[in-house]
C-alpha cells in the first residue's frame, strides 16, 4: 500500500486545480446569484475531456481513472459546486452507465457525443432522472410508465429535481414497465429532450448550487424506440443503483471539495486577521477548529479514493462510496458553518465565498442518496 499520486494523477488535479482558478472563479458570486447555467465553463471543461473523463478513447473519452475524477471533481468543487454536479452527472452517472450497460449502437450514438461535452461544437450533456414527486428515497416506487407497444414503449409521467434537466440533450429515464414484477418491472431508457412529448417544468430557485439547472421533466405519450432500452427487460432498477454507487464518489468528492476550499479560506483568513493583539489563528480556539477540520478532510479525501481505487480495480465498492459520500457531505456541511465562523460577520457577506460554500455543502446530504439512505446501505452491508 502507498499513499502516493502518480505524476500522471498530480498533472491532472494541476490542470483542474488551474481551470477552477482561472476559469470558475471569475463571475462564480454572479452566477450564484443570478442562477447562471455556467455554460461556458462546461463547454471549457469539454476542451479539457473533464466530461468524459473515465470514458474510452474509443467511444471520445479522456479514459482516465476514478482516482483523476475525484482529484479533479475536488478541486473544482472548491471554487464552484454548479460546475461540479453537472460534472458529476455526465460524467458518473450518464456516460458510465452507458459505456458500463449500454450496446454497441447506444454507445456509438449517444456516449461518444456525451463523453465529448459536444455535438456540432453546441453543448451536448446528459441527466439521470430517477426521482419523481412521490419517489426519491423510495425510489422502488416509481410512478412514471413505460408502455410495452411492440416497437416502442409509450412513456407518461413526471421527473423531479432533474440536474441539467434543461441543459441535456440526453435523458436516461427510468419507469416502470409492469408494476407487478415491483423493482424487476423497472427499465432505463434513453429518451431525447427534443422528442415530441417532452417539456420541462421552471428551473427551482434553490439554496445552492444556484448556477446548476434543476428542473421537472414531464412526458406525455413520448414514444420511445425498443432500442433505446438499456440492459435486459426489468435491469432498470440494478442499472439505477449500479450506477448511483460510483455517482456517490462523485459527490463525495464534491462535498470534500466544497470543505476543502471552506477550510483553505479559513487557513489563509485565521493568518490574516488580528484580533487581540494577534493574528486569530493564534487563538487556540480557531486552532483547534482549523485542525479538526484538516483532521475531517483528510479522511474524506481518503475514503474518497479508497472508494475510487476499488472502482478501478473491479472490487465492490457500493460500501466505500457511501461511506465516502456520508462522511465528507457531513464534513463538508460541518466544515463550511464553521468556515463561516472564523470569517466572523466577513464570512456572512457573498465576497468571502465562504457561505455560498455553506448553502452549496447541504445539498450533498440530500441528492444522491440522502445521508439516511447511505446509512441504510451500509447498515445493510455491515450487517449482511
Ligand atoms: N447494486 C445492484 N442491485 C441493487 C443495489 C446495488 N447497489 N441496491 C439494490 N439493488 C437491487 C436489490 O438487490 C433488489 O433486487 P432483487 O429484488 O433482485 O433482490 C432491488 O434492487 C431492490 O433493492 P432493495 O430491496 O434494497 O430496495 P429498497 O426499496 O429497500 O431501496 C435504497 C434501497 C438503497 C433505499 C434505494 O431505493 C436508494 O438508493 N434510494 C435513494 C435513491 C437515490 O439515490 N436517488 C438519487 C437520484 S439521482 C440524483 O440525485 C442525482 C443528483 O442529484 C445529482
Ligand atoms: P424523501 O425521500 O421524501 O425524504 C425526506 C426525508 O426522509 C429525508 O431526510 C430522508 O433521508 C428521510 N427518509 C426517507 N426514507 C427514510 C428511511 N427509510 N429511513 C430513514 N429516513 C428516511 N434526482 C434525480 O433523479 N436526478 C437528478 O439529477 C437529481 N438532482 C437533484 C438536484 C437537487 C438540487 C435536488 C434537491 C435533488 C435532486 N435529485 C435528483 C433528487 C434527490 O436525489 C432526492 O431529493 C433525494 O433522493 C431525496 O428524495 P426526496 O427529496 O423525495 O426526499
Redesign the pocket.
Known sequence: MHFQLSEEHLMIQKAARDFAVNECLPGVIERDELQKFPKEQILKLAELGFMGMMVSPEYGGAGMDTISYVLAMEEISKIDASVS?CMS?NNS?VSWGLEAFGNETQKQKYLTPLAQGKKDGELYIG?????????????TSQKTTAEDKGDYYLLNGT???????NSASVYLV?AQTDASKGPKGINTFIVEKSWPGVSVGAK?N?L??RG?D?HSISFTDVKVPKENRIGEDGFGFKFAMKTLAGGRIGIASQALGIASGAYELSLKYAKERKAFGKEIMHHQAIQFKLADMATRIESSRLLCLKAAWEKDNNIDYTLSSSMAKVFASETAMWAATEAVQIHGGYGYVKEYHVERLMRDAK?TQ????????Q??VIGRSILQ
Do not use: Q
Open positions: 454536479v452527472v452517472l441527466a439521470f432522472l430517477l426521482s419523481e414527486p412521490e419517489a426519491g428515497s423510495d425510489a421527473k423531479n429535481w432533474i440536474t441539467n434537466g427510468m427551482e434553490k445552492g448550487i446548476s434543476t445539498i440530500i441528492y444522491e442518496g440522502t445521508s439516511e439512505v446509512r441504510i
